[in-house]
């Protein structure tokens, strides 16, 4: 499995048939499990190592149509993490005081502070989606709307932030099979939004919104299309580019000021 | 093991040297990990009914000493619950901003909202404690602060949050082990900070002043005692607390608006 391969490169168009909703990289469910919990381990150290340093952040964004995995994303591998050192956002529809504001307003307060993780559960890509999709706003408008975000995220990433984004990948078939669960199971029943439905009829103008969202992926805040019709795939795939780039931002505990052996409890 | 036990009762002068801080309820470290593993799961499942019901919210508060545990706690128990679901405030020294508040102020903002478990890893107490113990405020500040608390309290509870405090309670010499190996592992030097024996040298104030603050306790908003000289003993115990507290809340899964028999996905 090559992560780099899922990436999103620099100033390529994006045209989401040419993905894959199901690759699996040749691996099996069972072989999945074998690798997963020795990376979410991994993980966790890491994390560990990035909390004690506090010199640098990473953003991780979760964008998906419904039922595309993204709580499953959360749940399964941020989970993982020592939540001491992860904040969760999830962005709703906007409130009255926050549509009064710039639509980047509550996105930055919610950034994450040196040695945390924060992870945007949708996210200010939103703002070019949902409402491109149902033309509250034009198309001049998302495309300078993701322009603004282009600039934010570089801000970010020049001080000190890394930026990962995740787009789920799934196919109309499966987000049929996963709503009808959530139809099926009483369990589930909460989970449905019979709004969701009218997203779906609008399937092919939110794959081209999101393949405009995508244009957006630049070195320091590069997208990945994952797979994501396997959910052990998807969890696969995501947990070992968290991995990398953990390991690529390189934390450090940091030194300390004093000389433990001179150190004396009474 | 009967946690009502370890309940402070509202209304008692609290003398913490009466509680024990290794007692185990006659369990083993071995025994305590075949209940954690049932109980752990357990705990998810009301977690998911809380977050899909969306009407209450738990509000945790961790205190202790330095090496009580707070961290280990978070990693542990809160740990077991879908990250999406919790929210994790660590309030430490006071910003300029925040000091030209009121001490409730920046407590206030952080309080869950529906559906949501908000974890306090020290909370509006120290301001009653730390503040105390070093003379920045008087007796009668530090009284009349806790009496703030209680009603903020009371109002949060009266308006949906249930409260649980809990008070990690160890011994001196086992302050000293921890710290100690903070200072012989080079892997945890980072959370050693030299200032926490200046804490150590305070301890008999801070005795003082945590019993003040444990005489908050009350029906809504109970403090608990930990033993936490046993690390195994204090996750178990504080994870059947907060299991029977979310079974006594007893959040329901919503009453959809739709009959789902009737909808089909194209």
Not at 64 to 88: C, E, H, M, Q, S
Not at 248 to 257: D, H, K, R
């Amino acid at each position: 499995m090559n992560p780099e391969s899922y990436r999103v490169q620099a100033g390529r168009k994006v045209s989401l048939s040419n993905w894959s909703t199901n690759d699996h990289a040749g691996l099996t469910k069972e072989g999945s499990q074998v690798l997963m919990a020795p990376l979410l381990e991994e993980l966790a150290e890491w994390q560990e190592r990035l909390y004690a340093e506090s010199q640098q952040a990473l953003l991780i964004v979760l964008q998906a149509r419904d039922a595309g995995g993204k709580d499953g994303v959360v749940k399964k591998v941020i989970g993982a993490f020592n939540p001491n050192g992860v904040r969760i956002s999830n962005f709703k529809i906007p409130s009255e005081e926050e549509r009064a504001h710039d639509f980047l307003w509550r996105i930055h307060a919610q950034a994450p502070r040196q040695g945390m993780i924060g992870v945007f559960n949708r996210s200010h890509y939103e703002d070019a989606l949902v409402t491109r999709v149902y033309n509250l706003i034009d198309v001049a408008t998302a495309e300078q709307r993701l322009k603004h975000i282009r600039h934010f995220e570089e801000m970010l990433s020049s001080s000190g932030t890394r930026i990962l984004k995740f787009y789920l990948h799934i196919s109309r078939d499966e987000q049929k099979r996963r709503l009808q669960a959530r139809l099926d199971v009483p369990e589930k029943n909460w989970k449905f939004n019979p709004g969701d439905l009218k997203d779906r009829e609008h399937w092919e103008q939110f794959t081209e919104a999101y393949e405009a969202a995508l244009g957006t992926s630049t070195e320091q805040a590069p997208w990945f299309v994952i797979p994501a019709d396997r959910k052990w795939f998807r969890d696969l795939l995501i947990s070992t580019i968290i991995l990398e780039t953990l390991k690529a931002m390189n934390p450090q505990y940091p030194s300390i000021t004093y000389d433990p052996r001179t150190i004396h409890i009474q």
